[in-house]
């Protein structure tokens, strides 16, 4: 069974970067695409970030241009760098392994392994 572990969450003042990691038990990037998803107080998880096996990039609308998704220089690692954060971005964020089709991209029910979450905070 693969894990995956997230780590890099805190607390940041508005306009400021982090740089998120997600860690899998072992090497799945050549059969699994990693999302990163993100569930704010009182709203539903919705879709941030993922790189496929062939290391194609999506994004949300919301992201695009402020958040780079990237294979790790760490071994079976994936990075989510966040800059020019804002309020908004204020979130618990998730890393999830999955093999989506194309269309179904950003489709959570896709992804069937799933991370603990890593609070980031975005506040002055």
Not at 5 to 24: I, K, R
Request: hydrophobic share 35%; glycine share 10%.
């Amino acid at each position: 069974q693969v894990h995956l572990v997230e780590s890099g969450g805190g607390l940041v003042q508005p306009g400021g970067s982090l740089t998120l990691s997600c860690a899998a038990s072992e090497s799945i990037f050549g059969s699994y695409a990693i999302a990163w998803f993100r569930q704010a107080p009182g709203k539903e998880r919705e879709f941030v970030a993922t790189i496929r096996q062939t290391r194609t990039t999506h994004y949300s609308d919301s992201v695009k241009g402020r958040f780079t998704i990237s294979r790790g220089n760490v071994k079976n690692t994936v990075d989510l760098r966040l800059d020019t954060l804002k309020p908004d971005d204020t979130a618990v964020y998730y890393c999830a392994a999955g093999r989506p089709i194309l269309s179904s991209i950003r489709d959570q029910n896709m992804y069937g392994i799933w991370g603990q979450g890593t609070q980031v905070t975005v506040s002055s």
